[in-house]
């Protein structure tokens, strides 16, 4: 570089960038002569989170279509644009209902009867959950079409009017009741409502039937009652309006959740034959007339079932923890009354390996549902916030961007117990990332996470029949 004189003073003429590329290699060949070769090796990057990705649809297992109900199934699907696990389990929900109370299981000093709420999971208009449901009715029209038209109802789910409908009376009436929820949204935000007697009362007809209303000067009660349900909405609205306050009282693990969606196009519709239809009704109606004439008549396994039976209590009663573990708790009970509709269905008192087969069947179908409604989520408004963002970031989040998620007004401790929540449920995984000084801790999403990977080890909670008693306003 050259100097040029100013003033008396030389200084240095401005570097060229040819000047500034050759200092530079200068000193890179210095550095290499000074730094051990060992030092200069590069630091693997850390590993790169894999991207979150949702559990697989669930299939429904082929032993599952055992049976009359296999048989109803294989006849109607061919010819509707309903998924065929939205057929079987509303015809399950329908032929247990309709069969009535006197066909039962014990558990201890338990009874269960033959009645289901199933819930149907899809978007709507395009999920054909409506459709399913008018097969069904179309079938049922033709085996009892009374039970038809006068025990399933439409009618907004209430407590005065549930039990106003089935109350105690002289002569004794009609207990079953098939209740058809095709906004269950709106019965879902009826649960919400910090007064409400609807989520007691439902969870009281699942377990004894036994109904009543202590308020006011003259008590209403319904004693004996058969109710069912068979409940459409869509995941979104499930999202919006199942609170984790009912999801972990019992109410969620009383629900068969059943995924749904439209399994094939049909431009013009189905085509049932009316013969075909007519043939899987008489089948139907010789399951009714057995169950009527065998009376109150209580179902039990035989060796093989029971060895089978034996073989998958462990998994069915594991405890898994979040909504997930919540919402499918109560998997005995489930796969005891859909093993026993099976049998029936079948004119048999016992219940047998296939019926055993068909109802874990089911059960695999309705837990893999589950897993895609409540995967990852904890119930806890902290935990399911910082996973939200950590799926939204597309890789992972640092500490201090996860504090920020609460704008300063969540203790450090509340934050550290929830992302200590969400590591003992699977669905995230901490790492460090070196930085110049002290390491950064990232935290990242796991495909695949939780109730997506085993369907056979489902969790359930042994609970007590008989819960807290309730009080109902007429």
Same mark, same amino acid.
Request: with cysteine; proline share 7%.
């Given at each position: ?8 003073? =030389? ?5 060229? /960038? ?11 060949? #210095?550095?290499?002569?000074? #730094? ?24 429904? %297992?082929?032993?599952?279509? &055992?049976? #009359? +109900? ?6 109607? $699907? ?51 959950? %409506? ?17 038809? $038209?006068?025990?399933?109802? =439409? $009618? ?13 009376? *002289?002569?004794? =009436? ?14 879902? *935000? ?31 009660? +319904? ?24 999801? *972990? ?10 995924? #749904? ?51 998958? &209590? ?7 923890? %979040?909504?997930? %573990? ?29 019926? /055993?087969?068909?109802? /874990?069947?089911?059960?695999? &179908? ?40 609460? *704008? ?65 306003? =007429?």
């Amino acid at each position: 570089m050259e100097s040029k004189p100013f003033g008396g003073i =030389t200084r240095p003429s401005l570097p060229t /960038l040819s000047d500034i590329e050759r200092r530079m290699a200068e000193l890179t060949g #210095v550095h290499q002569k000074l #730094v051990p070769q060992a030092q200069l090796q590069t630091r693997p990057a850390p590993p790169t989170p894999p991207p979150p990705s949702p559990p697989p649809d669930p299939i429904l %297992g082929e032993a599952a279509l &055992y049976g #009359v +109900a296999g048989l109803a199934v294989c006849g109607l $699907a061919p010819h509707s644009e309903a998924h065929p696990a939205a057929i079987l389990l509303q015809l399950l929900a329908a032929f247990g209902n309709a069969v009535g109370p006197a066909p039962h299981c014990m558990v201890d000093a338990t009874r269960h009867g033959l009645n289901l709420f199933v819930v149907l999971v899809g978007e709507s208009s395009k999920a054909r959950k %409506g459709t399913s449901w008018n097969q069904i009715r179309r079938l049922f029209a033709e085996v009892d079409r009374p039970w038809v $038209a006068e025990r399933v109802t =439409t $009618a907004r789910l209430t407590p005065a009017a549930l039990i106003y409908a089935l109350r105690d009376q *002289h002569p004794a =009436t009609d207990r079953r009741l098939l209740a058809l929820s095709e906004e269950f949204a709106a019965v879902l *935000h009826s649960l919400r409502q910090a007064k409400g007697h609807l989520s007691p009362l439902l969870r009281c007809a699942w377990d004894s039937g036994d109904l009543r209303s202590l308020a006011g000067l003259h008590p209403i009660q +319904a004693t004996g009652t058969h109710i069912s349900l068979i409940a459409h909405i869509t995941q979104r609205e499930l999202e919006e309006n199942l609170r984790p306050t009912e999801a *972990h009282n019992g109410f969620a693990n009383r629900c068969l959740w059943t995924g #749904v969606q439209r399994s094939q196009c049909l431009p013009e519709g189905g085509d049932l034959d009316a013969h075909e239809l007519s043939a899987v009704a008489a089948e139907l109606r010789r399951a009714f007339d057995w169950a009527a004439n065998a009376g109150a008549i209580r179902l039990v396994r035989d060796d093989k079932a029971r060895a089978l039976w034996h073989e998958r &209590y462990p998994a069915l009663s594991q405890i898994r923890p %979040g909504l997930y %573990g919540a919402a499918t708790s109560r998997a005995e009970a489930q796969v005891l009354r859909l093993g026993a509709i099976y049998a029936v269905l079948d004119c048999s008192p016992i219940i047998g390996l296939p019926h /055993l087969q068909a109802a /874990l069947a089911v059960w695999d &179908y309705c837990a893999a549902s589950a897993s895609l409604f409540f995967g990852t989520s904890t119930g806890d408004h902290t935990a399911d916030r910082i996973m939200e963002a950590i799926n939204a970031s597309g890789g992972s989040l640092s500490r201090q961007q996860i504090s920020a998620l609460f *704008h300063g007004h969540l203790s450090s401790s509340r934050i550290e117990a929830a992302l200590e929540q969400l590591i003992s449920l699977g669905a995230i995984y901490q790492s460090s990332q070196p930085t110049g000084g002290r390491p950064s801790t990232l935290w990242s999403a796991i495909s695949g996470c939780l109730a997506g990977e085993e369907l056979h080890d489902e969790s359930t909670v042994e609970e007590t029949a008989n819960e807290e008693s309730m009080q109902e306003q =007429t």
